[in-house]
C-alpha cells in the first residue's frame, strides 16, 4: 500500500522584512526546491510572486494569506484547479497610460500564455490606498474606498463569472523616501506589502474566492547600486504577469465539503517559518494538529516570536537547506537524530 501524499506548508509573512521572502519573488527558489521533495506544497503570494518572473510549479498550492488561515483552521479546505478565469480590477485613481500598460500586460498573459481573463473593471471610486509602518518597523495599510473594491469585485463575480480576482491599486509614489532607498539596497522592509495584503484579505473574506494584488507605481530611476533581491521588482512597470499566473491555477476555498482531492489541514504533514515570526494565526492552528513544525533561524524578521515564546514545539534549523533535509527525512519515516551527532543512548522514562 503506498503512503499518503506528503504535504508541507511554507510560510513567510509578509511585510516583515524575511531575508528570505521580504523581496518580489526571492523566496521562490526556496519554493522551487521545496515542492521537489514534497508531493504537496502550500504556499501564498508572498512567496511565489516575482512581479515579471514566476516559475510554473505544477504541484505548489498559491493560497492567499487568509484564505491561508481558514485552511489552517480547518474552515477552509483548497480543492485543485485546471483554470481559473480571472477577474481584473483596475483602481480609478491608475492614470490613463499606467492603465493601459497594466491592460497590455494582462493580454500578453492571455496571448502568451493562454491565461483566461474575463473583461475587466474599473471601480467607481479611487480606491486611496495609505501605507502605515508600525512600531516593529512591519507595514500595512489602508483603503478609503473598500466598498468600491468590493462592488467591483460582486460585478465580475455575478455578470463576468470570475473563478479569481486580481486587483491593482494605484499606490503612492515616494522615490525619494529612506525607506524605500535602504530596501533597494537590501535593507529594511517592503513598504507596499503590508497594505497589499489588507487588499487581498478584504476580497478573500468577502468572497471566499482567490486573490491577489499587484500595485500600479510609476517607474523608478535606475540604480547601479541596486541589491539583487530588489531586482525583480524594477525590469519592467508592471506587477502583474506573476499574480495572474498564480490565480491561474489557485486552488479555490470550499467549505462543508470532502471531495476527492480535496486538501484539509488534516493532511498537512510540515510546516516551515522563519523562527522569529512564529505567531500567525496559520501556525498556531496547525501547530495543534500533526503537522512537524521547522522554524528557520537564518530568516531574519522584524519580529520577535520564536516557538518557545508561544509555548509551540518545533524542529529548530539554522538555513532552509537544513529544513529541506529535515523535510526529506520526516517525508522517509526516517528519525533525523542519528544523521547528526547528538544522538544519546535511551534513558529509563520514569
Not at 506528503?6 to 522551487?32: E, Q
Not at 511565489?48 to 505544477?58: H, V
Request: net charge negative; charged share 15%.
Amino acid at each position: 500500500m503506498s503512503q499518503r501524499p506528503y504535504t508541507v506548508v511554507l510560510i513567510v509573512p509578509t511585510g516583515i522584512g524575511a531575508t528570505f521572502g521580504g523581496y518580489a519573488g526571492d523566496a521562490l527558489p526556496i519554493a522551487r526546491a521545496m515542492a521537489q521533495v514534497c508531493d504537496r506544497l502550500i504556499t501564498h503570494p508572498n512567496v511565489l510572486n516575482g512581479a515579471q518572473l514566476y516559475w510554473p510549479l505544477d504541484n505548489v498550492f498559491y493560497v492567499e494569506g487568509y484564505g491561508l488561515d481558514q485552511f489552517a483552521a480547518g474552515r477552509w479546505g483548497l480543492r485543485p484547479v485546471h483554470q481559473n478565469r480571472i477577474g481584473l480590477v483596475l483602481d480609478q485613481e491608475i492614470e490613463p497610460e499606467l492603465r493601459l500598460q497594466q491592460l497590455q500586460a494582462a493580454d500578453a498573459c492571455r496571448a502568451t500564455l493562454g491565461l483566461s481573463l474575463t473583461d475587466y473593471i474599473v471601480t467607481d471610486a479611487p480606491l486611496q490606498v495609505q501605507l502605515q509602518t508600525a512600531a516593529s518597523g512591519a507595514t500595512w495599510g489602508t483603503i478609503q474606498n473598500p466598498d468600491s473594491l468590493l462592488r467591483a469585485v460582486t460585478q465580475l463575480i455575478q455578470y463576468a463569472k470570475a473563478e479569481a480576482i486580481a486587483v491593482v491599486a494605484r499606490f503612492p509614489d515616494d522615490p525619494e523616501s529612506e525607506a524605500l532607498q535602504a530596501y533597494r539596497q537590501g535593507q529594511g522592509v517592503d513598504p507596499l506589502a503590508g497594505a497589499e495584503a489588507v487588499i487581498s484579505h478584504l476580497v478573500v473574506r468577502t468572497f471566499q474566492i482567490p486573490c491577489a494584488h499587484a500595485p500600479a507605481l510609476q517607474p523608478l530611476p535606475l540604480d547601479p547600486h541596486l541589491n539583487p533581491r530588489a531586482a525583480a521588482e524594477e525590469i519592467g512597470y508592471t506587477f502583474l504577469p506573476s499574480v495572474l499566473v498564480g490565480l491561474s491555477r489557485a486552488p479555490q476555498l470550499v467549505r462543508g465539503s470532502n471531495q476527492q482531492g480535496e486538501l484539509w489541514s488534516r493532511d498537512v504533514d510540515a510546516v516551515v517559518v522563519p523562527a522569529t515570526a512564529c505567531g500567525s494565526s496559520a501556525l498556531f492552528h496547525l501547530s495543534q494538529s500533526q503537522a512537524r513544525i521547522i522554524a528557520v533561524s537564518e530568516n531574519q524578521t522584524q519580529m520577535q516570536v520564536s516557538p518557545a515564546a508561544i509555548g509551540i514545539q518545533a524542529v529548530q534549523v539554522l538555513s532552509y537547506l537544513e529544513a529541506l533535509g529535515i523535510l526529506v527525512a520526516h517525508q522517509a519515516g526516517i528519525d533525523p537524530t542519528p544523521l547528526s551527532q547528538s544522538l544519546q543512548p535511551l534513558k529509563p522514562l520514569l
